[in-house]
Structures are given as C-alpha cells and as structure tokens.
C-alpha cells in the first residue's frame, strides 16, 4: 500500500514554482506517473487520515500566499493568487486520484462549476474526468483473470496495455476484436466498490452530531441514495442494459450514437463496446469551431437528454465532459450510462407536475409541488422565504422552456443566476428535499455547465415541445 510519505513526496514534487514556466503539464504527467501502480486505498481510517492530510496542506499553501502577498504589488498578488490556487489544485488532483471512488466524483463535479471554482483548479481538475492516473496493466491483467480466466491477449487481436482514458471508477483500453472490430474495453479498479461503502460509511459517523436536528432523516435518506447510485455504476452488467435500451431509441438521422455493446467480452466489471473516434469537448473547443458547429452539438445534446426523459424516463445524471464524444463528421457520441437514475412512477409524476404547472403559471400546483420535493405537506409548512428561494431556482431550471427561439446557454449571467441560487439555498440550508432531486440537480447544473462551456444555443423549447409528445403517446 502506497504510504502517506511517499504520496506527500509525489504532490510536493508536482507543484510548479513559476505558472509560466509549467502550467500544470509536466506536473501533472509525473505525479500520473508516480500513482498509477499502486491499488486504490480501501481502508476507511487510512483515507480518511489522507484527506485530512490534503486539507492542512491547502490551507498551509495559502497561509503561505497571504503572508508572501501582504506587501506585494498588485501583479505579484496576482501571479501569488494564480500559483496558490494551481499548487491546490494539484494535491486535490493528486489526492482524488490516488483514492478514486467517490471522493474523485467530487473532484470532477467541481471541475464542471465554470465561473465557480478557480480558473486554476477548474484547468486542472477537468483531467479527472477522463486523464486520471490510470492502474498499471499488471492491475488490469489481475481483472481480467478474476473476470474471464483469461488474459486480454488471449480474447482480443491485440490489446493496447496503456489505457487511453481514466476516471472515477475505471479506466479504458482501446482494442481489436479477432472479427476486426475496433472496441473500447473500460475495467473497474479492484476494490473500488469497497471503497464507496467505507466513504459513506465514514462520511455518515463524520455527521452523526446533526442526529439530533430536523434534517437528520433527509440527510440520512440522501447519503443511502448517493450510496445506492455509486454502487449501481459499480454494476457493468446494469450499464450494459443503459446503453442496449439507448441506443435503441435513436436512429441515423438523429445523428447521436450510443456504441454497441458486446456481450461475450462484458462482465460486472469489464465492459467492451464499439469504439468511437472522436474527441472530447476541451480538444472540440482547441479547433475553434465557429457559432454554427457549437449549435449544432448543443442541439444535438439537448435532444440526447430529453429522448432519454421522455422515452425512457431517465435522468442521465452523471452529464461530465468525460461522456460526450465530439465526432468528425458531426454526430455526438454517448458513451457511458453507469449513473443513470430510472425514474419510478411516482418521481415520474411528480417530475412531470413541476414542469406542467411552471409551463401553465399555475403557481398554487407549483407551490405544491415545490412542497412535496422539499418533503413538506404544504406549501404553508414551509418558511416563506424558504419557498421563494426554491421557486426562484425552478424558474431559472424553466427559463429556456418558455423562451420562442434560439437559447443562449453561453450566456453568463443566466448561468450564474443558477449557481447563485444554489449558494443562497446552501447558504441559508434549505438543502431538504426528495433524493432525486439530488441527480435532477446533477443533471441540469452538469448539462448547462457544458453547453456554457461550449457556447452554444439551440431552439429548446422546440425540441422540448416534440421530446414531450412521446409522453401525451405513453398516457393514453
């Protein structure tokens, strides 16, 4: 097992004195290369001592900008701030990707929060989600024999040991299958669903003081959701099922593509499917595609999302650039479906009244509505300012469904409206609700943080319009 020295070592090694000298490059490729032979840590108390290392270590760093920066010039500040914030980033990338699992989920949600987070720590941060320190081939032979009883070399033409992508969960190889088919094989980090259970293990005795408040049960109900849906992406075989029922529901002129899966070469932690060439959203945007081209990818993923809602009911709800696939001849590729949230009937319903009564203006079924997804009977149990600061953040998630025309998800100011909504609600803790709003949450924020990102506009409520009449089929 790696020691805390020797992690300490790595990161201190990776912080860049001068930003210009090393933006985060080389830095990054050491401390990959320094972690990627070590298994995931599984022991809670081990962990938990790692990440409260990373924190005194933060705050260390910017004791050290404030006493170096108090009587400096303004540029200097400037340049201390930049460095302070990369040296952060760094060991929070370092450290999220040596304990993987749910402690990188969050690395990788604060990299999708543009205009939030540092420019520093978003820049470097977004290689979680798919440039992650990747297990060495001896770790992924070890899964492949547990899996199959075979190696890779023995089920494929030819197998690339160095993977080409790596994240939370696992990592992904390119192959060939011995019929010629070009594949993408993802493997699961060993122990990484042990992981996830002694994180929340843990993350709940961290919180067993607020016992005793009138948030405890909702706490507790979301931690056992966020648990149930980390593990469910843990389930390959499950994933596999996600990706055979949406490919089904697009067709060639919809121009999104879901990759094949292949049965024989697939388990509970191995996964093959058709590789798709392409790349993703931070290489797209290095091309510099015009207005037009950012347009046509963010109607194409707008459409993506609301099939899967009305045609399946599912709330794709981990929507990280990790996921989407920029391909050359304009077709978007969705590749990963392991944290998809299936809505049951009731969510399904309740889901659905939200959006109906905002669409009406019927602002007594709202309220009611809010009500509920906050766990309370009526709108009247409810602190008035509570419900406003609820109401006013579903009015910003409606605003492009009730705008005629292109919507502008590049637009700043929309886009912080939304997050400062959150922050209130966070600020002044009307944080209880019904866990799904959790992942409906992770959906929007994750959607619109990407479109913002890539600038670019669609006719949403058109598309909204003709998603939706699939629902109106299914009722009668």
Known sequence: MLSEEFL????????????????????????????????????????????????????????AYWLRSRFSGAEVKRRLKSEAHLAAALQLFGTM???????????????????????????????????????????????????????PEELFASFDQQAFAAASLGQVHRARLLSGEEVAVKIQYPGIARTIKNDLRTLRLLLQPLCLTKDWEDTIAKLADIERMLLLETDYTKEADHCRRARAVF???????????????????????????????????????DQAERDHFTTLLTIATYRLYYRLHWLPADPHPGNFIFMEDGRLGLIDFGCTLVLDEEEWRDSNAAIQAA?????????????????????DDMEPDHLEVIRQGFYWFMEPWQQEGLFDFGDKAFFLRGIENVIEAARKRYTRSVPMTI???????????????????????????????????DES
């Open 8 to 63: 300490e070592q790595e990161l201190l090694k990776a912080l860049p004195k001068d930003r210009n000298t090393d933006p985060a490059g080389q830095s990054l490729a050491n401390l990959i290369a320094g972690i990627s032979s070590k298994k995931v840590p599984v022991n809670s108390f081990f962990r938990v001592w790692i990440l409260g290392s990373l924190q005194a270590r933060v705050a260390f760093g910017y004791l």
């Open 97 to 151: 990707g040596y304990l993987r699992g749910a402690v990188m989920k969050v690395g990788q949600m604060l990299a999708n929060l543009p205009e939030v987070v540092p420019e520093e720590f978003a820049e470097v941060l977004s290689a979680l989600h798919f440039e992650a320190p990747p297990m060495h081939y001896s770790l992924v032979r070890e899964v492949f024999l547990d899996e199959f009883g075979r190696e």
């Open 251 to 289: 067709s060639a002129e919809d121009r999104v593509v879901v990759p094949e899966i292949y049965n024989g070469l697939s388990s509970k932690r191995v996964l093959t499917s058709e590789y798709l060439p392409g790349c993703h959203i931070n290489e797209y945007l290095q091309s510099s595609p």
């Open 359 to 379: 669409l009406d203006r019927d602002i007594l079924a709202l309220n009611q509505a809010i009500a509920s997804a906050c766990r309370f009977n009526h709108p």
């Open 439 to 473: 992942w409906s949450n992770r959906f929007t924020f994750g959607g619109r943080a990407f479109c913002y990102k890539l600038q670019g506009r669609c006719e949403f409520r058109n598309i909204f319009l003709r998603e939706s009449a699939w629902r109106e089929q």
